[in-house]
């Protein structure tokens, strides 16, 4: 087969995708996003070289630029062309908000959260959900932009500051946590992978902020919830985050649909991208 790999550079994980499908006996091709073009009517073979396509990232861009990449998605995924993740994943996942009313519309527990434009609304929304909350860029991973807000002065000013700058204000509520969370790694309706993340010192247990990672058997409770949390999103491939109770079992913090690998593959001695290539491969046949 003939993969095409989109995203907005050639890192590890491309490289790993790279190497991972000459190693099954097929090709591969990084793609920049911010590089592809389409047509109609028109002869054009830029994507007739392919036979699927992995979306590895979605690069910053225009409105205009992000919604046409998005449509080169969805004509190749209804063209029939194997796209990982499909289309509609991929734009669930990629926006907090849309990701938390599809886990709560699909009854799965994730956290109270509350979504504004304004910053006397998120003001308000910052008492209902108890003081005690964790603003978030609306689109962003690796915990970058996460701040956790307890005092009514500093929530003022950091709600005024995002609204001024013309961004939408992410609040969800704080969920104590005993220092760790687990990223299960779903593929083809199995999680073929899952990994503890614990801090000592910072609420947030990112691998890319320095967490301890360590493989781990999730309870069947974790599965059948990240299961049933990617399949909400549409995600055939995804990281799902798993944040355990004080009083026992799971609530889904976030759903990846273009998620990392790179400390998984290492702490539980799997090969990822070959999994994901073998994946592809099995679908397309």
């Not at 709560?104 to 304004?118: I, N, S, W």
């Not at 691998?207 to 990672?213: D, F």
């Not at 999730?218 to 999103?233: N, Q, R, T």
């Not at 944040?243 to 593959?265: H, K, M, R």
């Amino acid at each position: 087969m003939r993969f095409a790999i989109l995203s907005g550079g050639t890192g590890w994980h491309v490289q790993d995708l790279l190497r991972a499908a000459v190693a099954e006996g097929h090709t591969a091709e990084a793609l920049d996003f911010r590089a592809t073009s389409a047509s109609v009517n028109v002869r054009d073979d830029s994507w007739d070289r392919f036979d699927a396509v992995i979306v590895r990232t979605m690069p910053a861009g225009s409105l205009e630029q992000i919604v046409f990449r998005m449509d080169q998605l969805h004509v190749l995924h209804a063209g029939g062309m194997p796209v990982l993740n499909p289309p509609r994943a991929v734009e669930i996942c990629v926006d907090k908000y849309l990701t938390s009313a599809t886990l709560q519309r699909a009854g799965l527990p994730t956290p109270r959260t509350v979504v504004c434009q304004r910053s006397d609304a998120a003001l308000q929304a910052f008492a209902a959900l108890g003081g005690d909350i964790v603003v978030k860029p609306l689109f962003g991973s690796e915990g970058r932009g996460m701040v956790r807000v307890t005092d009514i002065e500093v929530a003022w000013r950091t709600f005024r500051a995002i609204e001024q700058t013309g961004g939408v204000i992410y609040l969800q509520e704080f969920v104590a946590h005993p220092g760790w969370d687990v990223r299960a790694f779903v593929l083809g309706g199995r999680v073929i992978a899952s990994m503890r993340r614990a801090s000592a010192d910072d609420w947030r247990t990112n691998a890319s902020r320095g967490a301890t990672v360590t493989a781990m058997t999730l309870d069947d409770a974790g599965v059948s919830l990240a299961l049933a949390a990617a399949d909400a999103v549409s995600a055939v491939v995804a990281g799902v985050d798993l944040l355990p109770l004080p009083g026992g079992g799971w609530t889904v913090l976030e759903v990846n649909g273009v998620p990392g690998w790179q400390s998984l593959a290492t702490s539980c001695d799997l090969d990822v991208a070959r999994a994901i290539v073998r994946h592809v491969v099995g679908v397309a046949r």
